[in-house]
């Protein structure tokens, strides 16, 4: 079986390739979060989660022997790998809803529907996206739980 270092250090280096070879200069990730508009360039946020998938990946090489569970640590990196997926069709999705309301908007031929779908839709992703992030702290979780199952083991 693969070690959970290397298939973050390679899963960092992908997405941090897909950052430089594959977003157009100009896109960018709108987040609304209680009425305020986070605007991110996707360069730079998907470059930002390869970096994280590196750090991630140094981090499990060096803590491996302290982690409680493996389980744990192949959950985590499907969160993490589902929180790139999450983002990418996040954008994917933003620019063909957003394009079809604004051409709606220039040809006055709003509808309400189209609006509160494409809120709808926005809430739902926010809030796995939230998720997500929350997810990516098992981590910490697991290394904590795995600092105190060692202290509390008896010694051999």
């Not at 977003?23 to 991110?40: H, R």
């Not at 090489?61 to 790998?81: A, G, N, Q, R, V």
């Amino acid at each position: 079986m693969f070690k959970i270092s290397l298939l973050f250090l390679v899963t960092g280096i992908l997405i941090l390739a897909f950052a430089v070879f594959v977003p157009a200069k100009e896109s960018s990730i709108t987040i609304n979060l209680y009425d305020t508009y986070y605007i991110l360039s996707s360069i730079s946020l998907f470059k930002f989660l390869g970096l994280l998938g590196l750090i991630f990946a140094g981090l499990y090489y060096f803590t491996e022997d302290i982690l409680y569970s493996k389980t744990w640590s192949i959950m985590h990196l499907i969160s993490f790998i589902c929180l790139i997926i999450h983002v990418w069709t996040w954008g994917f999705v933003e620019r063909v809803y957003f394009g079809n309301i604004q051409s709606n908007f220039s040809n006055n031929n709003t509808a309400v529907t189209d609006i509160d779908r494409f809120t709808r839709i926005q809430q739902f992703y926010v809030g796995v996206f939230m998720m997500m992030i929350i997810m990516q702290f098992v981590y910490f979780l697991n290394l904590i739980v795995g600092f105190l199952y060692q202290k509390s083991s008896p010694e051999n």
